[in-house]
């Protein structure tokens, strides 16, 4: 494998690290790169500005595997593809001390900080760096410098379907979009609400207030169930009682007694009397 040195400058001497060139060939992907679509119309900008000017930042990889010699791609990807699409042969590269959890951090952090991950790109790469490394939010924020609450916030836009996710995006809707139509708990009512939001173009503040008529709909709508419901007990308890009295009448009445019962009803209540001979 060919290996060119060189000092990175403008770095003081004791973080200087050596950029040397790679075979393009002998870099790996990161497993844990956040980023799942390259769309084609930015490789190909990109590649144009590399052909042009070269690649200005370095490809950071960490050290080749031991068996196989092969580089792992810790942060650069993009850089990787647009020079492959140009036919380059070798890439300008910095090594980096990193294990697997800290190569996925530094992918997760470039992308996050360059802004090149959509909403729920960021949102998964988030929630496989928990998973993986069996890390709290609070420890993500910290590794992320950011506030816990930015991190519950991204993992909560998971809750949203791949179909939901997808219309999000290619209608163009914010973050914040997103997070307002997750109050609707039900997933029926929130496919029709972002079904809503696109075709009339609500903006922000539009949706939030749709989402807030609709939310206070449910809730009328849940009160008049717990009514129906709370009704449906009563009458049905009422039925027990008169089932009760008459079984106990009619228990009266085959002992020998001449029980009489007599029911009135009215719009506020019923009244049953019940009749026994004085000396039964």
Do not use: W
């Amino acid at each position: 494998m060919k290996v060119t040195e060189k000092k990175s400058r403008g770095m003081e001497e004791s973080r200087v690290r050596m950029i040397f060139m790679l075979e393009v060939d002998s870099i790996v992907p990161n497993p844990a790169q956040p980023r799942r679509f390259f769309t084609d119309d930015a490789i190909l900008r990109l590649a144009d500005s590399i052909r042009i000017h070269g690649i200005i930042q370095p490809l950071c990889v960490r050290k080749p595997d031991a068996d196989t010699g092969v580089f792992e791609l810790v942060a650069g990807e993009r850089r990787l593809r647009a020079a492959k699409r140009i036919g380059m042969r070798e890439v300008p590269c910095v090594m980096v001390e990193a294990d697997s959890e800290e190569s996925a951090h530094m992918a997760i952090v470039e992308n996050i900080q360059r802004e090149d991950l959509n909403m729920f790109e960021q949102a998964e790469a988030i929630s496989t760096l928990m998973k993986v490394h069996c890390l709290t939010q609070e420890k993500i924020a910290q590794k992320l410098s950011c506030s816990q609450s930015y991190v519950a916030n991204k993992l909560r836009l998971l809750r949203l379907d791949g179909e939901e996710r997808e219309e999000i995006l290619e209608s163009g809707l914010s973050e914040r979009h997103a997070r307002a139509l997750l109050r609707l708990k039900d997933a029926d009512r929130r496919r029709q609400a972002l079904k809503a939001v696109i075709r009339r173009e609500m903006n922000v503040a539009a949706a939030e207030e749709y989402i807030d008529r609709l939310l206070e709909e449910e809730k009328r709508e849940k009160a008049k169930e717990k009514q129906e419901r709370q009704t449906r007990i009563v009458i049905k308890d009422v039925k027990l009682l008169y089932n009760t009295i008459d079984r106990a009448v009619e228990t009266v009445r085959l002992s020998g007694i001449d029980v009489q019962t007599l029911r009135r009803e009215n719009a506020r209540d019923t009244e049953i009397v019940i009749r026994i001979p004085k000396y039964a």
